[in-house]
């Protein structure tokens, strides 16, 4: 079946302009999660779905960042007025069960001039 | 601050030979999970160790838990070209609804 899947692969933008990154988990997965990873760094959390549960917006790195979940599925991550320190990978992941293996999507790598 | 801290940041070894790569965390936790990263992309998920559980085998990866410790090791016996990647633990808090990574460990298998 087919695996958690990202778009774009790349965005460049330019400092100041609004960016939309998409995610499209494996289906059935309740579970989905945004990820930030900066240039040879770990994994920084920025938000987590759960079912219809209100998300954990804990990790957004202040209030430029806002995600959504449509129907339980595809989210959509949005970075307003975007900053050149926003520049990073942004993953996905999705699992069935929290607590369980998660699934990562090939990452979006957004580079902001 | 990060709750699985990998040591050491960095590992060069020669192709056959066995790799290491440590793992401490703080609170307690449900399970520790290893991933795999080439190239800067999406993770694959290695192996989960539970709470309860000491060892673990896969294939050619051996995963120890000391939960007395608060440590985790990730064995990777007879080094390959293509083990060449970043190498990052995640803890499960107990309590808690997601996984938090380290800082990772980038394995180098030279030929």
């Known amino acids: 079946g087919a695996g958690v899947s990202q778009s774009p692969s790349n965005k460049v933008t330019e400092k100041g302009k609004d960016v939309e990154l998409r995610c499209d988990p494996i289906s059935g997965h309740t579970a989905l999660y945004w990820y930030r990873q900066s240039l040879g760094q770990g994994l920084e959390f920025l938000i987590y779905f759960q079912g219809n549960s209100a998300p954990d917006k804990s990790g957004l790195p202040s209030d430029r960042f806002s995600a959504e979940r449509t129907g339980g599925s595809v989210s959509t991550l949005t970075i307003q007025r975007t900053q050149q320190e926003d520049s990073a990978v942004y993953l996905c992941?999705?699992?069935?069960?929290?607590?369980?293996?998660?699934?990562f999507g090939p990452g979006t790598r957004l580079t902001v001039l | 601050s990060q709750q699985g801290e990998e040591d050491p940041q960095a590992l060069s070894i020669q192709e056959g030979e066995n790799a290491t790569m440590n793992c401490s965390y703080k609170t307690s936790i449900n399970n520790l999970q290893w991933y795999r990263q080439n190239s800067g992309r999406g993770l694959v998920h290695l192996i989960l160790?539970?709470?309860?559980?000491r060892e673990k085998h896969s294939g050619r990866l051996r995963v120890t838990l000391d939960t007395s410790k608060k440590s985790s090791s990730l064995l990777i016996t007879a080094s390959r070209a293509a083990d060449t990647a970043s190498y990052f633990c995640?803890?499960?808090?107990?309590?808690?609804?997601?996984?938090?990574f380290g800082q990772g460990t980038r394995l180098t298998i030279n030929p």
């Open positions: 995640a803890t499960d808090e107990v309590g808690a609804q997601k996984l938090v």
């Open positions: 992941a999705s699992n069935p069960l929290t607590g369980n293996e998660q699934f």
């Open positions: 160790i539970r709470s309860n559980e």
